[in-house]
């Protein structure tokens, strides 16, 4: 099947089922996500980024399961029509330090797997800040998670 005769639905199942599997920190569904050269890019100021290769990029998230205590909620879901991307709100809970942080991912897809992920921080991430979120914006108001399910 080719990425023309997925539907939106199909890539927003398959995103949830993703943030499902970094949850349950499971390697295996991790894996079942990704083409096997995937490539997650993020803000700098992370080390070892961008994480390359669906092993790394599982790997990883299962580290930030046991050791940060990290939970994921997807706030928003926008899926193109007509191109195998799509875009996400998320909000990253580091429950073992008690802070949090929100920002936004852009989607490629392949076929039936994640291609690439490029992650946006709302804010820089600031040590003293214990939810690192955009200022002024309402997220209660807007329906957004204000703590970890």
């Not at 970094?22 to 100021?45: I, W």
């Not at 926008?78 to 875009?87: G, N």
């Given at each position: 099947m080719?990425?023309?005769?997925?539907?939106?639905?199909?890539?927003?199942?398959?995103?949830?089922?993703?943030?499902?599997?970094?949850?349950?920190?499971?390697?295996?569904?991790?894996?079942?996500?990704?083409?096997?050269?995937?490539?997650?890019?993020?803000?700098?100021?992370?080390?070892?980024?961008?994480w390359q290769g669906a092993e790394a990029i599982s790997r990883k998230w299962i580290w930030c399961v046991e050791t940060l205590g990290s939970q994921w909620t997807i706030e928003r879901?926008?899926?193109?029509?007509?191109?195998?991307?799509?875009?996400?709100?998320?909000t990253h809970w580091k429950n073992k330090s008690g802070t949090a942080l929100r920002g936004a991912e852009w989607y490629i897809f392949e076929g039936d797997k994640i291609q690439e992920i490029r992650a946006y921080y709302a804010s820089p991430?600031?040590?003293?800040?214990?939810?690192?979120?955009?200022?002024?914006?309402?997220y209660a108001a807007r329906g957004y998670h204000l703590k970890s399910d």
């Open positions: 080719t990425n023309q005769t997925r539907t939106p639905d199909f890539y927003d199942a398959l995103i949830r089922r993703y943030f499902d599997a970094c949850n349950a920190a499971d390697y295996d569904a991790l894996m079942a996500c990704f083409t096997p050269d995937a490539v997650h890019y993020f803000p700098s100021g992370l080390p070892e980024v961008p879901i926008l899926v193109s029509h007509d191109k195998p991307e799509a875009m996400i709100e998320w991430a600031d040590k003293a800040t214990p939810i690192n979120e955009l200022v002024g914006f309402d």
